[in-house]
């Protein structure tokens, strides 16, 4: 693994089921970030990880949950989708020590909620 | 409230010059960035300012002007390969990053 790993690419999903989007990174980085990105609309953060076994609320974290449990691998779960969280998920990580916090991004993971 | 301005679209011509500009409101403020965007594709990261001033990268340059909020993105001999999103993002105090809504760059032959 090089980088950040997202998975799955991409899903569909009934309304109403649990969904776990999972994102691993090998940069040893410290924090880590959930976005979503809808058309028309800046990136929004969702959930972030300063360190491994903390977590924060973002600009629009409600209908998910993050846990840290390593420095490794941040999972964002949904615990009963919904229609309007269709969107593009992205997951990101920055070495925030230097103070530059420049976030590098996984690929992605496109959810569609029916 | 926190805010970052940019433009939604803009045309340019291959081999030609383009400046993406953006401006931004942020509560504190610990430097601006620049990430490059292709369709379906992840953001990547182009630039980071933090002093005042014009920062050269290739046929990249970012300039930051913190009195005035305002951040420029200018690339020069565009190829087409240029076309992209350019995702323009603030700092603030408590090192979150602001994101704007992003520039569509469509280059023309």
């Known amino acids: 693994i090089a980088g950040i790993t997202q998975a799955p690419t991409s899903q569909i999903l009934a309304a109403g089921r649990r969904m776990t989007l999972r994102c691993t990174q090998d940069?040893?980085?410290?924090?880590m970030y959930w976005y979503r990105q809808d058309l028309g609309l800046g990136l929004r953060l969702i959930h972030y990880?300063?360190?491994?076994?903390?977590?924060g609320k973002g600009e629009v974290p409600d209908g998910y949950s993050v846990s840290r449990a390593n420095t490794d691998d941040f999972p964002l779960t949904l615990a009963s989708a919904v229609p309007s969280q269709t969107s593009v998920y992205f997951c990101?990580?920055?070495?925030?020590?230097?103070?530059?916090?420049?976030?590098?991004f996984g690929p992605g993971t496109r959810l569609t909620v029916l | 409230g926190q805010n970052i301005d940019q433009p939604t679209e803009m045309t340019a011509t291959e081999g030609a010059i383009v400046q993406i500009n953006c401006t931004y409101q942020?509560?504190?403020?610990?430097?601006l960035f620049w990430y490059q965007q292709h369709a379906g594709e992840a953001p990547t990261f182009l630039s980071y300012n933090v002093l005042d001033g014009l920062e050269e990268k290739g046929r990249f340059s970012s300039f930051l002007s913190r009195s005035k909020g305002y951040s420029y993105l200018l690339l020069k001999e565009l190829q087409m390969k240029d076309s992209a999103s350019y995702l323009c993002a603030a700092l603030d105090s408590n090192y979150q990053l602001i994101w704007g809504a992003g520039t569509k760059l469509i280059i023309k032959p």
């Open positions: 942020t509560s504190g403020f610990n430097g």
């Open positions: 940069m040893r980085h410290n924090a």
């Open positions: 990101a990580s920055a070495e925030t020590s230097g103070r530059t916090d420049t976030q590098y």
């Open positions: 990880s300063n360190t491994a076994g903390t977590t």
